[in-house]
């Protein structure tokens, strides 16, 4: 005869939120997925992206994958960036296997050379050198270079907007000039670790809205990451501006000055960071988490470098720390850094399992904010902080170090 459940074990308390049964969960598909056509990756192709650094875009075809798109970046002869559909359009080998010359890449199967925006200037197997080469196009995407970085518009070319500038990376102070990063260095301080992270780009978004977890993962948890003064929790308080929003970190420090810290995301994955070393005032640096598919992400950075400073030295990274290349999964299990506390997330998070609480007000803004800009988009506006006249390119940050006291 079948025992009855509450007479198994007499006098034992049934465990209570015990994993078991527990349902199945989601992830918040409209934000994570980025492919051509998807909610979200239309909204990204809205906005100018960072493809590489520049001096990483050379006469050395390379193959590229951004928003879910596989393309080839090189740099032709003249100086100017390309950034084509690897198929060649005559019949399909990847230009990758292509040859850069003065002004274009050439195809290696028949010779077909196009030029930075897809022209066809030759067809070399074809009588009087193809009749209608004229109209042969090879897929491209426009790019600019700023800031040391490439950046390319993979959007519908009818509402293309001006390239940004940014006010905390220009003009330049004397002697600065700009070094760019693309090797996703923001998530593990090291010039070794992996250039494109195995995660979602939102998890990087979401860590920019948290200044929280700088005083618990950054200094208490795993040691002074950046700086001792971390220590003290910070009082935040979170404000929306055009495309984007800014967040204040109120900390009093141990001379008695109060410290605001103030740092800016714009629209859809740009973060304006204050100095770590608390140097007072504007940022010297943007950082920008590019999906590379919905598992991957590249997470950009540019710097005004001081004259008289070095780049990041590749063997000590960017921290005091031991490289994270050089780590073992033991000394990053006991000094995580963004990247396992990222990683650690899962390649796409389960968000309906979140809870989101009092100090995540910042990521649930940046969310909404992101949804109505995917709502405007779908409804076939133009999303928030978009710039169509150059004259008013430059966009305010409000980010910085600011002393009271
Ligand atoms: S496949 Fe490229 S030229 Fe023929
Ligand atoms: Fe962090």
């Known amino acids: ?43 990204m192709r809205r906005y100018w992206q960072p493809v590489l650094a520049s001096h990483n875009v050379t006469s050395r075809p390379r193959e590229i994958r951004i928003l879910g798109e596989d393309l080839i970046v090189f740099r032709d002869g003249q100086g100017k960036p390309g950034l084509l559909y690897p198929r060649c359009m005559h019949r399909g080998t990847s230009l990758f296997w292509g040859r850069v010359e003065q002004d274009g890449i050439r195809c290696c199967y028949h010779g077909w050379k196009f030029d930075v925006e897809g022209n066809c200037l030759e067809q070399p197997c074809e009588p009087n050198g193809g009749v209608n080469r004229a109209s042969a196009r090879q897929p ?7 800031y040391g970085l ?4 993979m959007g519908p070319p009818e509402r293309m907007p001006v390239l940004p500038r940014y006010s905390c990376m220009e003009p330049l102070e004397a002697g600065e000039t700009y070094i760019a990063y693309d090797n996703s260095m923001a998530a593990h301080a090291d010039l070794g670790g992996p250039e494109v992270v195995p995660y979602s780009w939102l998890h990087m978004n979401d860590n920019v809205m948290d200044p929280f977890h700088v005083q618990v993962l950054h200094t208490t948890f795993s040691g002074t990451q950046f700086v001792n003064a971390f220590v003290h929790m910070p009082k935040v308080k979170f404000e929306e501006m055009e495309g984007g929003m800014f967040y204040s970190a109120r900390r009093t420090l141990d001379d008695g000055r109060v410290l605001d810290r103030i740092s800016t995301w714009l629209m859809p994955h740009i973060m304006s ?12 640096m943007l950082g920008i988490s590019v999906p590379v598919d919905d598992t991957h992400c590249r997470i950009l950075a540019t710097f005004r470098l001081p004259h008289g400073v070095g780049p990041i030295d590749p063997e000590l990274g960017m921290s005091e720390f031991k490289p994270w290349s050089r780590k073992t999964v033991a000394e990053r ?18 968000h309906s399992e979140e809870h989101l609480v009092t100090s995540d007000i910042g990521i649930g803004m940046q969310r909404r904010a992101l949804t109505r800009a995917i709502e405007t988009v779908r409804a076939g506006g133009d999303p928030p902080g978009l710039i169509f006249d150059e004259a008013d390119a430059m966009i305010e940050i409000p ?7």
């Open 1 to 43: 005869m079948a025992t009855k459940r509450d007479d198994a074990c007499p006098g034992q308390a049934v465990p209570q939120g015990t994993a078991y049964g527990r349902p199945p969960q989601t992830s918040n598909a409209l934000l994570t997925q980025v492919g051509p056509g998807t909610p979200m990756g239309e909204l």
């Open 140 to 146: 491209w995407y426009p790019v600019r270079e700023r």
């Open 150 to 153: 490439v950046w390319a518009y």
């Open 273 to 284: 960071v204050p100095d770590t070393v608390l140097k007072e005032g504007r940022p010297n």
């Open 333 to 350: 299990q006991d000094q995580p850094g963004d990247y396992e506390a990222q990683q650690g997330q899962g390649a796409i998070s389960l």
């Open 399 to 405: 980010s910085g170090n600011f002393y009271r006291g």
